[in-house]
């Protein structure tokens, strides 16, 4: 399981990209964890720090001098991804710290939509004066019916174009034109006119290549290999806004953000005039960088001048280039083409403006040549408009859709360093146990220091890949339990779900103990979340399946059984060294209103006052998106036991051809981490299952056992084999 900051667990960065109201959950976990309470007015408890209320009542001056009678704040950036400290805008003006709210402020009231999973977060955040509304609560409004009857007639609403996504902007257009409220954008956001103290600057952390021998195809490749995609849809221009896309289209990393190795930028590749750009922070500086050990400098890496320019090469007189694709030709001014010149990529490198980025947006799609212009989902508002709607195309990119298959050097990677993760955890949980059997007091917060310590010694390691979930006892019931300083107990679970950096791939692992004697209903919960993790590991299937097939109702029955289910997907992508939850693929079928890919956004859109209903705009869901060979998923079954416990079992794995009557696909497995023995009822496991478990431990053992004797580690040798011993499984 892994979640964003803030412990949120997001899967479509796109802006305020919440989701659809639709059918209030029924079911356990909603009962247990989900606050009744639908909306809530923060009376008391105002800040001391009056900084904040000095901010929104200074945005609420600029609204007054702009004639605005609200201002809706996504809480986004202009790329539309995760929120460094610079990009907290709304935190800035009302202490709500958490990633899903959308809010809209007036003269005198502020209001704040978010989901089930943040309410309680908001309430405890946010400064007083401000009203809370949970999304797909009985008496919550949605945030255009709130404008509607806090505004009077004909009042006007803003909001800054930087910062809503394209499909947000026309749902609001519609709809507020139906309400005849008038819908202004605003370009330099009124939280940038009067936040300019006490801010954090962009980051712009080292930036670091991504070697051949990881990344299996040079970024020349890659450009190549999107220009013939753009050709399919006669696109000439393509637009990246996506953070991943572009580190995975110029195989580069760097760590603007804790776990992400992501570097803000934007990207323009224009396929007529053969003009690539990217936009990076602190550009000058950083093109001077080295990016790997041998001394290679950036602009050198990119083909580029040491400022960022490129030479175009010159034609003879009465001639002139044109370019296609990475072909130059120079062609007569009566367009009759002469000797085509093929010419080396290189990359105009510029600083990093959203507004010098909006002009060369709009410079590029104005010509007439070109013929689509292609943005993503995660496209804002103030890049799409400059777009003639007829040249626009909104889908998946093909970065987006290329990097989604791992190549087999990527794949190869991820083996190994899934590989070593799994030979440091098994290393460090036989010396865990050994520590509790000595009667050692240990403490969750210490482990979780210690864990994150111990394997950055292994090779390529590369920092933490997510928010830490560690716990033991009452606190492993929730999905994001707070690390504290609990000692570990004999009886209870013990929760371990952190995953890693290395640069040769990403890791995301979960396993639970118990290292006393565990009761009949841990083993039984934990039989059963192993049972479901086998059933999906099992699953072959035709081409033209998608995650929300796999996500089916076989794969969760041993859960079901017994009236239990867990709230969210069973298995998110990784990028291969890169987020550690990517699109475009989602293994999931879940409707629940707090957590679904489907931004039907009903609790922003939804509109009682309109006089007939409106079509709002969706994002596609991930989950609908075809699985290919090469894909890497996580599979993780988990447990949340209002009262009790809670518990996850979680492996990655990668999708590969299968041995079927048929052309099918298969899985193969990627962590190589034993189960708990005397947590598994082997009488409840079918003989496909047993079968599994015994391939799985034999690969186990041909995997690991090897290295941990290279590390001379005889205690965690027979940790191993004392639990891949099947012996217990045939009884
Ligand atoms: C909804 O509002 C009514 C009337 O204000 C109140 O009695 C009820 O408790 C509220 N329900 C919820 C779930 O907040
Ligand atoms: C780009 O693709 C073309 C056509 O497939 C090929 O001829 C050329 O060598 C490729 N260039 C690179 C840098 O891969
Ligand atoms: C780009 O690469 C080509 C071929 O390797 C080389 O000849 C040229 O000098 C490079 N240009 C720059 C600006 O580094
Ligand atoms: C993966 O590990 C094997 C065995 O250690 C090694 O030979 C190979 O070079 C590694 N692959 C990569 C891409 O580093
Ligand atoms: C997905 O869920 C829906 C609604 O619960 C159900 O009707 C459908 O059969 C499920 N799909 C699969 C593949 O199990
Ligand atoms: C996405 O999936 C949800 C849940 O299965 C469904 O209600 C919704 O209509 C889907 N959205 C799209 C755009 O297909
Ligand atoms: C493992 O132990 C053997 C024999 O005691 C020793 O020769 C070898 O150097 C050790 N290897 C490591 C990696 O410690
Ligand atoms: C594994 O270790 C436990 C505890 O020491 C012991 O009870 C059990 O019999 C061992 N299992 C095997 C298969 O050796
Ligand atoms: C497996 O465990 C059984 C008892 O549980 C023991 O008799 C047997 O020797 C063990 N096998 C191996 C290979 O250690």
């Avoid at 409220?181 to 080292?206: C, G, H, M």
């Avoid at 998946?396 to 030979?423: C, F, Q, W, Y």
């Avoid at 146990?433 to 310590?453: A, F, P, S, W």
């Avoid at 492996?651 to 048929?662: A, P």
Wanted: net charge negative.
């Amino acid at each position: 399981m892994q979640c964003l900051q803030n412990g949120l667990k997001l899967f479509v960065l796109i802006a305020c990209a919440l989701i659809n109201g639709a059918t209030s959950a029924d079911n356990q976990y909603s009962r247990d964890f989900i606050p009744r309470e639908s909306v809530h007015v923060k009376e008391g408890h105002c800040h001391d720090d009056q900084t904040k209320l000095n901010r929104l009542e200074d945005v609420r001056r600029l609204m007054h001098e702009k004639k605005l009678d609200a201002y809706i704040i996504c809480n986004v950036n202009e790329n539309l991804g995760k929120l460094k400290p610079h990009d907290r805008r709304l935190d800035s003006i009302s202490g709500f710290s958490g990633r899903i709210g959308t809010a809209v402020i007036t003269l005198d009231k502020a209001a704040l939509w978010t989901d089930g999973r943040t309410f309680q977060s908001a309430i405890d955040d946010v400064d007083c004066g401000w009203t809370i509304y949970r999304k797909g609560g009985s008496n919550s409004t949605s945030l255009v019916d709130w404008v509607y009857d806090n505004t009077v007639d004909g009042s006007s609403v803003g909001a800054c174009p930087y910062l809503t996504s394209l499909v947000w902007w026309e749902n609001f257009q519609t709809i507020f034109k139906e309400m005849s409220i008038k819908f202004i954008p605003v370009y330099e956001d009124l939280i940038d006119l009067i936040w300019t103290k006490n801010r954090a600057p962009l980051p712009n952390s080292q930036i670091y290549i991504q070697p051949l021998q990881f990344a299996g195809e040079t970024w020349q490749a890659k450009i190549n290999r999107t220009i013939q995609k753009m050709a399919e849809r006669d696109a000439d221009v393509l637009v990246l806004t996506n953070l991943d896309e572009i580190a995975w289209l110029f195989n580069l990393r760097a760590r603007d953000f804790p776990f992400d190795p992501y570097f803000i930028s934007f990207c323009i590749i224009n396929a007529k005039n053969g003009v690539i750009s990217l936009y990076l922070v602190n550009a000058e500086e950083r093109l001077a960088s080295t990016v790997d050990s041998s001394g290679l400098r950036l602009y050198q890496f990119l083909n580029t001048s040491v400022v960022g320019t490129c030479v175009r090469p010159t034609c003879k007189k009465n001639t002139r280039i044109y370019t296609n694709g990475n072909m130059d030709t120079c062609e007569k001014i009566n367009n009759i083409a002469t000797e085509p010149v093929h010419r080396t990529l290189c990359v105009d490198v510029r600083e990093y403006n959203p507004s010098t980025f909006k002009d060369d947006v709009s410079k590029a799609s104005r010509d007439n040549r070109v013929r689509k212009v292609w943005v993503s989902w995660s496209c804002s508002e103030a890049f799409a408009e400059e777009i003639p709607q007829e040249k626009l195309i909104l889908d998946h990119t093909p970065p987006m859709a290329l990097k989604a298959a791992k190549n087999e050097a990527e794949l190869e990677g991820i083996k190994n360093s899934t590989l070593r993760d799994s030979v440091f955890l098994t290393t460090y949980f036989a010396g865990l146990e050994k520590r509790m059997k000595n009667g050692d007091t240990l403490i969750t917060k210490d482990l979780e220091v210690e864990i994150k310590k111990l394997r950055q010694n292994e090779l390529y390691n590369n920092g933490p890949s997510g928010v830490s979930l560690l716990g033991s006892g009452p606190m492993t019931q929730h999905l994001f339990p707070k690390i504290t300083d609990d000692i570990v107990t004999e009886n209870d679970i013990f929760l371990f779900d952190m995953g890693s950096q290395y640069l040769d791939g990403t890791t995301d692992i979960a396993r639970c103990f118990v290292f006393g004697t565990p009761n009949e209903r841990q083993k039984d919960i934990y039989t059963r979340l192993l049972m479901t993790q086998i059933n999906l590991a099992m699953k072959t299937f035709e081409a033209g399946t998608t995650g929300r097939d796999l996500d089916s109702d076989d794969v969760r029955e041993p859960l079901r059984e017994i009236g239990v289910h867990f709230p969210h997907e069973i298995g998110h992508m990784l990028a291969a060294h890169g987020a550690i939850v990517e699109g475009p693929a989602l293994i999931s079928n879940i409707t629940e209103d707090w957590r679904s890919d489907v931004p039907r956004d009903r609790h922003i859109f939804e509109c009682r006052k309109c006089k007939k209903p409106q079509d709002v705009a969706k994002i596609p869901n991930w989950s609908e998106y075809v699985l290919e060979e090469g894909m890497v998923f996580s599979n993780e079954p988990s447990f949340y036991g209002k009262g009790e416990f809670g518990m996850r079992l979680e492996n990655t794995m990668f999708i590969t051809t299968g041995q079927c009557e048929k052309p099918c696909f298969a899985f193969r497995q990627l962590v190589f981490l034993p189960y708990e023995p005397n947590l598994i009822k082997p009488e409840l496991f079918s003989d496909h299952q047993k079968s599994w478990l015994k391939d799985y431990y034999g690969m186990i053992e041909q995997l690991v056992i090897p290295q941990l004797q290279a590390r001379n580690d005889s205690t965690a040798i027979a940790w191993l084999l004392n639990r891949t011993n099947v012996t217990f499984l045939n009884n």
